[in-house]
């Protein structure tokens, strides 16, 4: 990362980055560099992969600031974190080893999320429309998101080789900001489409 401070002792696990300089005017013409150091142009898909994956984590941090309830809250900060760890993944090339990676354990605790979240859930009988109350709304933005973030390393994937759980990771996500936007308008009139219904 831009600005990260290799000269300093190494860091305990739990203690966060250090970052000496935000600027440091190595990508003015067009390249950054990976985890791993390598330098590559900024289209690469990598670099757009996981730059969508910081989008993605901003669009959550909209979410938050929408007052979501507590468990809910609480739920996407984990998950803010967890993009982080994604992000990392996508940033160093697969072949390198000992670093850090997405998990299946991570993925297990979003499916366990998706069915606490969805049990208490009317059953659907249309496709909801993305909106409702604030939360929820924010909620399907961050989720539409996070499906262009998918495709964005499923077209990078084709091109170098990535940690395939990185993908199951961003495509449970998907499944699990939908179930959320539900649950924010649990208790109202839930927005669904009515085929034709405007002819």
Known sequence: MSGTD?????RNPDEPVRLTRIYTG???RGETSLGDGSRVPKLD??????G??????????????????????????????ELFDLGADLSVPAEVEGRLRVEQSQIDRLERACDEWNEDLPELKSFVLP???????????ARTVC???????LAAAQEVE???????????????????????N?????????PGASR
């Not at 898909?45 to 996981?50: D, E, Q």
């Not at 990535?162 to 924010?184: G, K």
């Not at 109202?188 to 009515?194: A, M, V």
């Open 52 to 81: 969508g994956v910081d989008e993605l984590n901003a669009t959550i941090g909209l979410v938050l600031a929408a007052d979501a309830p507590e468990a809910m809250q609480t739920l996407l900060e984990r998950i803010q974190n």
């Open 186 to 194: 649990a208790g109202e009139d839930e927005p669904l489409w009515k």
């Open 6 to 10: 290799t000269s300093l002792s190494p």
């Open 45 to 50: 898909p990598r670099i757009r992969a996981y």
């Open 147 to 153: 499906r262009r973030v998918e495709r964005e390393a």
């Open 26 to 28: 190595g990508g003015d």
């Open 162 to 184: 990535l940690n395939r759980l990185a993908l199951v990771y961003l495509n449970r996500l998907s499944d699990l900001l939908f179930i959320l936007a539900r649950a924010a």
């Open 131 to 141: 909106g409702g109350s604030e939360l929820a709304a924010r909620l399907h933005v």
